[in-house]
């Protein structure tokens, strides 16, 4: 066997940082339950190591200025690194766990490390799930000829907020040192990577040290977290409402009253009528803070004090209105 090299490998640690001059996304890390896809589709149907394949969301997504309607993992990456492309002279990624991975049936020919996907929902309301399950590393395989360590993890897109989420399960990472290229995996956003010459052209957003409370860094440039993502973490990269390319609208007309409110804010009768429920509630850095399903009264006595902007579908299209809480 010899060894290998990805494309991602070579463009990511030979880009010249560039600085962003603004973000469309607003980073957050959170826990919540990891429960496994049921139901879904493979991607794979045979033992893999750096697999190629082109996923259908579902639904168009907006990625930064972008709308994508399949993600793609292309072959020649040795990481689990979707693109919004399958191959060209920029490409856009999301960067979902940046560590060489492998299908741990595979010296056996038997699979063992599912990659599966499925999209569900109401639409408008879709949301599209890819799954890792029991996926091992080729490190460690490689070296050690062994397959004990091993991760979890989604990809999940939300086609009513725009929301990018990566979603991290029970894992055994017992070679750390092997494992992984560094210190740990990288993961994060990028907009769009030139590839030639080697450099970023658009905005970045990748994570570093803690992974149980990672810094996000603006340039892009060589960083990895520090160990393992711990089971249940989630990592939510959310739209800013005022970012560039945002296809959500502010109403011409409020619905929402009183504002400023204290404890509670109604709907108005054209209010319940236009809009399609959930409706999201964002806080002023762009941070997803609730989801609100029933539409006749807002609970708002939970959210601190300042302004907040409500994302919602309607029967026009996806709109916002801004709120103001004051206690």
């Known amino acids: 066997m010899t060894m290998k090299k990805g494309l991602l490998p070579i463009l990511l640690f030979c880009i010249l940082p560039l600085f962003a001059s603004s973000q469309t996304y607003q980073f957050d890390v959170s826990s919540a339950p990891y429960v496994e896809l049921s139901g879904g589709t493979p991607a794979v149907t045979e033992t893999w190591d750096d697999p190629g ?3 259908p969301i579902g639904f168009v997504f907006h990625f930064y200025n972008q709308t994508i309607s399949t993600v793609y993992q292309i072959a020649t990456v040795a990481y689990p690194l979707l693109s919004n492309h399958s191959f060209g002279d920029t490409l856009g990624f999301f960067m979902v766990f940046g560590a060489d991975l492998i299908d741990r049936g ?11 996907y499925k999209t569900t929902g109401s639409p408008g309301h879709r949301i ?3 799954e890792w399950k029991n996926a091992g590393f080729f ?12 991760v979890n993890f989604q990809f999940r897109l939300y086609e009513d907020s725009g929301t990018i989420e990566y979603h991290f399960g029970p894992s055994s990472v017992s ?34 040290g803690n992974p149980s409370n990672p810094t996000v860094m603006e340039t892009y440039t ?45 709907i108005s009768p054209a209010g319940l009528d236009e809009i399609i429920p959930p409706m ?26 300042g302004i907040y902007e409500l994302k919602f579908q309607t029967k ?12």
């Open 175 to 208: 070679h750390p040192e092997i494992d992984y290229d560094s210190t740990g995996a990288f993961s994060g956003l990028v907009e769009s990577l030139a590839v030639n010459p080697d450099v970023s052209t658009g905005e970045t957003l990748l994570l570093t």
């Open 222 to 266: 060589n960083v990895y977290l520090n160990g393992t993502i711990p089971a249940n973490t989630l990592y939510t990269f959310s739209r800013i409402p005022s970012a560039v390319g945002d296809p959500v609208t502010l109403t011409a007309q409020s619905y929402f009253s009183p504002n400023p409110c204290n404890d509670f804010i109604g």
């Open 139 to 150: 490190k460690e395989y490689f070296y050690l000829a062994d397959n004990n360590d091993f």
């Open 280 to 305: 999201e509630i964002y806080n002023s850095t762009g941070i997803h803070v609730k989801t609100i399903k029933q539409l006749e009264t807002i609970e708002t006595s939970e959210l601190p004090s």
């Open 128 to 130: 599209f799930t890819l």
């Open 106 to 116: 595979f010296a056996d020919t038997l699979l063992q490390s599912p990659i599966t």
């Open 53 to 55: 394949y082109a996923l």
């Open 316 to 327: 026009a299209g996806m709109k916002s209105e801004r709120i103001m809480v004051l206690h």
